[in-house]
């Protein structure tokens, strides 16, 4: 649309692609809107979009001032860029010419701490602040994202209605909610992508136990997926696996799956998850694990070299001899089941930071309400979620996934393939870290025993760290070498 003197109801800064599909679905909405972007083309650009995609309300403007200028008070605005100083800059150009009561509304995949500082900054001049977590990549930007904002209740509840109209629709309601203060909804989207990339290493793991062990093609894994996907697996990344397998290389013979070099790039969102899990000493080994696989499938160069020096070594492949023993039928069925199974360990996992943060924080979140907006829009939306939702309804203070009554039935049922899986895997030398981590987070967790009482004995011996008994109350240090030798001395 041209230029109009009717002011805008929001304003969005950064038009790269999220920006703009954003941006468009805000104006797709009815909610008038102005755009704005340092490179005059792409506002130029997102103009025309809005026009071709049905003469859409929205306006471009070409410099701060008149950006800020042309939205309708208390203004909001949403500002996608880069993570990191490019907001700093961005919130520093559109602040000159806001005024109190105006709100920044940071869409971006930022560090949580990033967004308490700018609260603080930008309350000096009266601004309010959210920090809005958006899931679902450019298409889930375009017609429906899991938005995750966190911060002002003012700034949330002045934009609330758009809100609800521009996030993905679910049976339970729009897929957006207040998360809580400070940086609590980055933190959430941080952690949503650290169960993200749980998921999709425990899908590449399903993929190359089938495809390794069950020798099966690539039309029969995308069959596997697409019926998993009308079951309890049925989830965003579980269709999308099925669709990938179909496509054919357009450069030769075969699918194009086949031909993609298998190193995984990242963002940084998982790394932080991790960090955070340690920091808060929660354990969460599945998505480390998965963090870990993306360090080690970058140095190709160097897997192929063991792969060599060790076959030189005398390393045999074991994978054809498990190969030949295999019931497919069997193997398609328990691997279902391991997923199954090692995601809810996963959940659980990301769940228990998320508790401990908001602990920590006094965030006071609704884990039920996080799985339901969960449910649509974001990558990680699947119908277990529902599951999820539910199971924090039965008990908002539950401890782990794994104990609530349903879950815990689930896991005892699928517990016996989920072994032969991971045994299988093993003995075929095929790497499942992440099916792996999650059995040995269930096995560690549901045990009312460890091995700890070890650990606690060396710490007391090399460093005096002292322990404490299971039959009497108290701290206890045992001079061990002089007692044992003591001992070993008397007897010989």
Request: charged share 25%; hydrophobic share 40%; glycine share 10%.
């Amino acid at each position: 649309m041209e230029a109009s003197t009717a002011l805008s109801r929001i304003g969005l800064a950064g038009l790269a692609v999220m920006g703009q599909n954003l941006a468009l679905n805000i104006a797709d909405k009815g909610f008038p809107i102005s755009v704005y972007n340092r490179t005059a083309s792409k506002v130029d650009e997102t103009v025309d979009r809005a026009h071709n995609e049905g003469n859409l309300p929205l306006f471009g403007q070409y410099n701060p001032r008149d950006f800020v200028l042309s939205i309708k008070r208390p203004r909001s605005v949403i500002i996608l860029v880069k993570a990191g100083a490019p907001v700093d800059q961005t919130i520093a150009a559109l602040s000159d010419h806001m005024e109190p009561g105006d709100a920044i509304i940071d869409g971006g995949n930022e560090w949580y701490e990033n967004t308490e500082r700018r609260i603080q900054e930008v309350t000096q001049n009266g601004l309010l602040y959210l920090g809005m977590g958006v899931s679902g990549g450019e298409d889930g930007a375009r017609n429906g994202p899991s938005l995750m904002p966190g911060g002002s209740f003012e700034a949330y509840s002045n934009v609330q209605d758009i809100l609800k109209k521009v996030a993905a629709q679910v049976e339970d309601g729009p897929c957006v909610t207040y998360i809580g203060e400070g940086g609590s909804g980055n933190f959430v989207k941080m952690v949503h992508n650290g169960i993200e990339y749980g998921d999709m290493q425990l899908i590449s793991e399903a993929y190359d136990v089938l495809k390794n062990i069950g020798g099966l093609s690539n039309s029969e894994l995308s069959e596997i997926f697409a019926e998993w996907n009308r079951g309890e697996l049925e989830s965003f990344l579980i269709e999308i696996t099925a669709d990938i397998f179909k496509v054919k290389d357009e450069h030769g013979d075969g699918e194009l799956v086949d031909k993609i070099l298998d190193k995984t790039g990242m963002k940084g969102t998982g790394k932080w998850t991790v960090q955070q899990a340690a920091e808060l000493s929660v354990a969460a080994p599945t998505i480390a694990a998965s963090l870990d696989c993306r360090y080690l499938s970058g140095l190709k160069e160097e897997r192929e070299n063991a792969a060599e020096a060790l076959k030189e070594a005398g390393l045999k492949e074991e994978v054809s001899s498990v190969k030949s023993g295999v019931d497919k039928k069997r193997l398609v069925d328990d691997v279902r089941q391991a997923l199954y199974a090692s995601k809810i360990c996963s959940y659980a996992q990301g769940m228990n930071l998320l508790r401990a943060k908001s602990a920590e924080k006094g965030w006071n979140l609704n884990f039920g309400e996080l799985a339901r907006i969960w449910k649509g829009g974001c990558i990680i939306r699947a119908v277990f979620l529902d599951r999820i939702k539910k199971a924090y309804q039965r008990n908002p203070n539950l401890a782990s996934l794994v104990v609530d009554p349903e879950f815990a039935k689930e896991m005892v049922q699928r517990q016996a393939a989920w072994r032969r899986v991971v045994g299988l895997a093993i003995s075929a030398g095929i790497s499942t870290p992440g099916m792996c981590a999650s059995l040995s987070y269930f096995d560690t967790y549901r045990r009312s025993r460890l091995p700890a009482n070890l650990v606690q004995a060396q710490r007391d011996l090399f460093g005096a760290h002292t322990y404490e008994r299971i039959d009497r109350p108290g701290s206890f240090h045992t001079e061990w070498t002089k007692l044992a030798r003591q001992k070993w001395f008397t007897r010989n």
